[in-house]
């Protein structure tokens, strides 16, 4: 079993719909959860972080955590063309400096 | 602000020849962080430092090497370049390790 598993897509969404991407860990002890886009050729770059159970909102995006069923997932509302990306969810603990990483779902938005 | 920065931003190798990946951040974090992403893949930590003088392995650490003298650098050395380091490599530095990470723009490494 991976430690952070993603489908890999990819996911296609019409401009302006909610597309919502998912990611499950496996170390129950996680305790800082990252949501990370990466456009193709280019580095990683911090969209949400969440630590505790609930929903997070900023702008158009949605962090929801559930530890008790260790889920972390990402929704973007009115999807733009310019949100087509891979997005990767990361876990960590906050006593362990390994940050582990999935290996990404590839978002699809068509105009 | 710079941020992290990697030099080069490409390079192609002959295998067992050896050469340095540099990083530099100008954040002032302790914390700073080697990985390497395979195509279709995700980041796999190769080493990282929590300060100047300390460094640890990471889940892929085989066939590397860092050194961490100052905060602000974080040189990673391949020693006996091989085919199976072919690779886009990253490197990142957060404030502490349950933080989140600032990455470089990255190096793609060419083996052959």
């Known amino acids: 079993q991976k430690e952070v598993e993603q489908n890999s897509g990819p996911l296609s969404v019409p401009e302006g719909a909610i597309a919502s991407l998912n990611c499950t860990y496996s170390?129950?002890?996680?305790?800082?959860f990252f949501w990370y886009r990466q456009y193709s050729g280019k580095s990683p770059e911090l969209i949400m972080s969440?630590?505790?159970?609930g929903d997070k909102e900023d702008g158009r995006f949605t962090a929801q955590l559930n530890k008790a069923s260790q889920y972390v997932s990402l929704l973007i509302r009115d999807s733009q063309p310019s949100d087509s990306a891979t997005y990767l969810c990361?876990?960590?603990?906050?006593?362990?400096?390994?940050?582990?990483f999935g290996a990404g779902t590839r978002l699809t938005v068509k105009p | 602000n710079a941020g992290v920065t990697q030099t080069p931003k490409f390079r192609i190798l002959k295998i067992g020849q050896s050469m340095t990946l540099q990083c530099t951040q100008d954040?002032?974090?302790?914390?700073m962080y080697w990985y390497r992403q395979d195509p279709g893949m995700g980041l796999k930590l190769i080493y990282y430092?929590?300060?100047?003088?300390?460094?640890d392995k990471g889940e892929v650490p085989n066939g590397y090497n860092v050194s961490r003298s100052t905060t602000e650098d974080f040189p990673l050395r391949l020693e006996l370049a091989a085919p199976s380091q072919t690779s886009v490599y990253f490197c990142a530095s957060s404030w502490t390790g349950g933080e989140p990470q600032h990455f470089g723009d990255g190096t793609r490494l060419s083996i052959l």
């Open positions: 969440i630590y505790s159970n």
């Open positions: 954040m002032n974090h302790n914390y």
């Open positions: 170390d129950r002890g996680s305790q800082s």
């Open positions: 430092s929590v300060g100047a003088g300390i460094t």
């Open positions: 990361a876990v960590t603990r906050l006593d362990n400096n390994d940050m582990r």
